[in-house]
T-cell receptor
Framework: GEDVEQSLFLSVREGDSSVINCTYT??????LYWYKQEPGAGLQLLTY?????DMKQDQRLTVLLNKKDKHLSLRIADTQTGDSAIYFC???????????FGKGTMLLVSP | GAVVSQHPSRVICKSGTSVKIECRSL??????MFWYRQFPKKSLMLMAT?????????EQGVEKDKFLINHASLTLSTLTVTSAHPEDSSFYIC??????????FGSGTRLTVV
């Protein structure tokens, strides 16, 4: 079946940029997503990218998609302590109504 | 934006009792809702897909008689954990598909069975 892989942990200092990486195996992915989960809370959609796009920028967030390598990244510029959370990469296959999630990357931002 | 309200946010129950979790779409109609279970340090595991007016579709390995799902209206889906055991303790999250490319999530329910 489809698989989505992420590194489990990333630590950065406040003000630095954070880059969270994700790889996936499903070549039929249509949309790829980044969700943020704060402790004890649900998932908040941060951004998404359609599979025919290479890059999408939204304020401090930049998503890069390398479809050939099936690699997705999320860059957070000027990372703040409030960005500390778990970030989930997810992909949607056109044939299914559900998402396949990675295991999440815990981002820790230190002052 | 589309909001899904999930209640309760936290519940503690005794072994053998049943617990109902509600997921309500506040400003849109959700014909399809999804129920996930999240284990510590693990990703979300899809339990079932809830379709309004019809039976839910359960993922392999999920006991349909234990995790009862009802989606009787376009704005409400419920998950009932029946005869709860400590191993059912987990974080349960519902989700609804808002449009072709968007999925919105509830705030989750922390279930602790003692």
């Amino acid at each position: 079946g489809e698989d989505v892989e992420q590194s489990l942990f990333l630590s950065v200092r406040e003000g630095d940029s954070s880059v969270i990486n994700c790889t996936y195996t499903d070549s039929s992915s249509t949309y790829l997503y980044w969700y943020k989960q704060e402790p004890g809370a649900g998932l908040q959609l941060l951004t998404y990218i359609f599979s025919n796009m290479d890059m999408k920028q939204d304020q401090r967030l930049t998503v890069l998609l390398n479809k050939k390598d099936k690699h997705l990244s999320l860059r957070i510029a000027d990372t703040q302590t409030g960005d500390s959370a778990i970030y989930f990469c997810a992909e949607k296959n056109s044939g299914y109504s559900t998402l396949t999630f990675g295991k999440g990357t815990m981002l820790l931002v230190s002052p | 934006g589309a909001v899904v309200s999930q209640h309760p946010s936290r519940v503690i129950c005794k072994s053998g009792t049943s617990v109902k979790i509600e997921c309500r779409s506040l400003d849109f109609q959700a014909t399809t809702m999804f129920w996930y279970r999240q284990f510590p340090k693990k990703s979300l595991m899809l339990m079932a897909t809830s379709n309004e007016g019809s039976k839910a579709t359960y993922e392999q390995g999920v006991e349909k008689d234990k995790f009862l799902i009802n989606h009787a209206s376009l704005t409400l889906s419920t998950l009932t954990v029946t005869s709860a055991h400590p191993e059912d303790s987990s974080f349960y999250i519902c989700s609804a598909r808002v449009r072709e490319y968007g999925y919105t999530f509830g705030s989750g329910t922390r279930l602790t069975v003692v």
